[in-house]
């Protein structure tokens, strides 16, 4: 059984799905609240775009957090 391979994004490509500055978004990866890279090479690092995916859903189910109707 093969699995489908895990597609990887660029940082422009993520910073289009998730509209933050590259200093911030690796700021909040120091912080631990945007998900890591991974190499892709001697120096490139891609995201999983399942990661990033699971991210926006995350954002997007606690943005409505804390406020009454």
Not at 3 to 10: A, G
Not at 35 to 62: H, N, Y
């Amino acid at each position: 059984m093969s699995k489908e391979p895990e597609t990887l994004l660029r940082l422009p490509e993520v910073q289009k799905r998730v509209p933050l500055s590259k200093s911030t978004i690796f700021l909040k990866i120091t912080h631990g609240s945007f998900p890591a890279p991974v190499k892709m090479g001697a120096r490139a690092r891609g995201w999983r775009e399942s990661d990033i995916t699971a991210f926006i859903d995350g954002l997007s189910k606690t943005s409505g957090k804390g406020v009454k109707a």
